[in-house]
T-cell receptor
Framework: AQKVTQAQTEISVVEKEDVTLDCVYE???????LFWYKQPPSGELVFLIR??????QNEISGRYSWNFQKSTSSFNFTITASQVVDSAVYFC?????????????FGSGTRLSIRP | DAMVIQNPRYQVTQFGKPVTLSCSQT?????MYWYQQKSSQAPKLLFH???????NEADTPDNFQSRRPNTSFCFLDIRSPGLGDAAMYLC????????????????FGPGTRLLVL
């Protein structure tokens, strides 16, 4: 069965610190997609990144970076020089490929608080 | 900008009084989803439409129904809301056909927060 585990329920850091959000997944599929979504207090789920199972290259987008390691079934998310606006709940998610509709399995989320 | 729109953002209803939440999209995606999200929990999929084909999740209560009259619109009907149905309801779409679209990526609307009195 597919499963996504975000062991960190809450993280609080001071502004400008780096912070890493952990994500571990389980799947028997050889082809799958991994995602990170951000949910600010307003409630909207904002898509941040998608990674397919054949692409293990790490990705950097501004202050955000993602480390995908199939060997450990992990897809961790790092925010460098955190800012107060980064405060949100972050969800890691997994979906199977080649289905008519992408059914996403969400982790339980990590609540990130950035203190000024 | 292409987007997923949900109205209203906040909805108050009475116990047992039917309520309808709406979702529209300008992304021309062929799949639309409805999720329920309770406080401090991950979103829970209720059902989805692939074009006109309705797909219900096995554990979605009968109290929840959906309609998709056309590609752009999808409605969530709660026939007899109970106190336990108070939650955020999120609509999402996927299935972009334009070059560069991530077909399997779901794009979410801002949600409707439902309060049941």
């Amino acid at each position: 069965a597919q499963k996504v585990t975000q062991a960190q329920t809450e993280i609080s850091v001071v502004e400008k610190e780096d912070v890493t959000l952990d994500c571990v997944y389980e799947t028997r599929d050889t082809t799958y997609y991994l995602f990170w979504y951000k949910q600010p207090p307003s409630g909207e789920l904002v898509f941040l990144i998608r990674r397919n199972s054949f692409d293990e290259q790490n990705e950097i987008s501004g202050r955000y970076s993602w480390n995908f390691q199939k060997s450990t079934s992990s897809f961790n998310f790092t925010i460098t020089a955190s800012q107060v606006v980064d405060s949100a709940v972050y969800f890691c998610a997994l979906s199977e490929a080649y289905s008519s509709a992408s059914k996403i399995i969400f982790g339980s989320g990590t609540r990130l608080s950035i203190r000024p | 900008d292409a987007m997923v729109i949900q109205n209203p953002r906040y909805q108050v209803t009475q116990f047992g009084k039917p309520v309808t939440l709406s979702c529209s999209q300008t992304l021309n995606h062929n799949v639309m989803y409805w999720y329920q999200q309770k406080s401090s929990q991950a979103p829970k999929l209720l059902f989805h439409y692939y074009d006109k084909d309705f797909n219900n999740e096995a554990d979605t209560p009968d109290n929840f129904q959906s309609r998709r009259p056309n590609t752009s619109f999808c409605f969530l009907d709660i026939r007899s809301p109970g106190l336990g149905d108070a939650a955020m309801y999120l609509c999402a779409t996927s299935g972009g056909k334009a070059p560069g679209d991530y077909q399997e990526t779901q794009y979410f609307g801002p949600g409707t927060r439902l309060l049941v009195l």
